[in-house]
T-cell receptor, first 115, second 111 residues
Framework: EPEVTQTPSHQVTQMGQEVILRCVPISNHLYFYWYRQILGQKVEFLVSFYNNEISEKSEIFDDQFSVERPDGSNFTLKIRSTKLEDSAMYFC?????????????FGDGTRLSIL | KQEVTQIPAALSVPEGENLVLNCSFTDSAIYNLQWFRQDPGKGLTSLLLIQSSQREQTSGRLNASLDKSSGRSTLYIAASQPGDSATYLCAVEGATNKLIFGTGTLLAVQP
């Protein structure tokens, strides 16, 4: 069964450094998402992306964050200058279509640790 | 603002028992509701999706119901097995395609 793949599985970065998290969505999917889960807390929506532009973003997704689909297969999340509170599990998801009847499929996540 | 709550937060049952997990949401204007399973250190596996016009969905030993007007969904697991041990999350999707998650129920099935 096709799946969403994320790399790396674990990223350790010094505070203030830039980090890029990578995702390969399912090949025929058109909608892409990033979510994050701080340890012990709920999974939170960050951003959705369709047709090469951001559809919606949350309050968390400030100017330090950006997303890009650099080619036909990858979808990246960049954090420009990381802070301690960016430490979390970051999940990429994709869906074939938008609502209402297409489930979002999630990758295994990247655990980001900021030192 | 949509809020999603799951009870109980944790549940431990002996193998073979049937069990029910609960999810409630405050805004009934949803497009669908999804149930996910999360294993420790892993991603989210989609179990069932119920569209807002549907009352229930079934997959194997899993049955999910939706009562949109009262803002509730249940996930019924029949004949539980130790391999069912995981965190179960529900999430609702509104007009904007984003999922809003509950805090999850940590299920332990004892052999």
């Amino acid at each position: 069964e096709p799946e969403v793949t994320q790399t790396p599985s674990h990223q350790v970065t010094q505070m203030g450094q830039e980090v890029i998290l990578r995702c390969v969505p399912i090949s025929n999917h058109l909608y892409f998402y990033w979510y994050r889960q701080i340890l012990g807390q709920k999974v939170e929506f960050l951003v959705s992306f369709y047709n090469n532009e951001i559809s919606e973003k949350s309050e968390i997704f400030d100017d330090q964050f950006s997303v890009e689909r650099p080619d036909g297969s990858n979808f990246t999340l960049k954090i420009r200058s990381t802070k301690l509170e960016d430490s979390a599990m970051y999940f990429c998801a994709s869906s074939e279509q938008g609502s209402p009847n297409q489930p979002q499929h999630f990758g295994d996540g990247t655990r980001l640790s900021i030192l | 603002k949509q809020e999603v709550t799951q009870i109980p937060a944790a549940l431990s049952v002996p193998e073979g028992e049937n069990l029910v997990l609960n999810c409630s949401f405050t805004d009934s204007a949803i497009y669908n509701l999804q149930w996910f399973r999360q294993d420790p250190g892993k991603g989210l596996t989609s179990l069932l999706l119920i569209q807002s016009s549907q009352r229930e969905q079934t997959s194997g030993r899993l049955n999910a119901s939706l009562d949109k007007s009262s803002g509730r969904s249940t996930l019924y697991i029949a004949a539980s097995q130790p391999g069912d041990s995981a965190t179960y999350l529900c999430a609702v999707e509104g007009a904007t395609n984003k999922l809003i998650f509950g805090t999850g129920t940590l299920l332990a099935v004892q052999p």
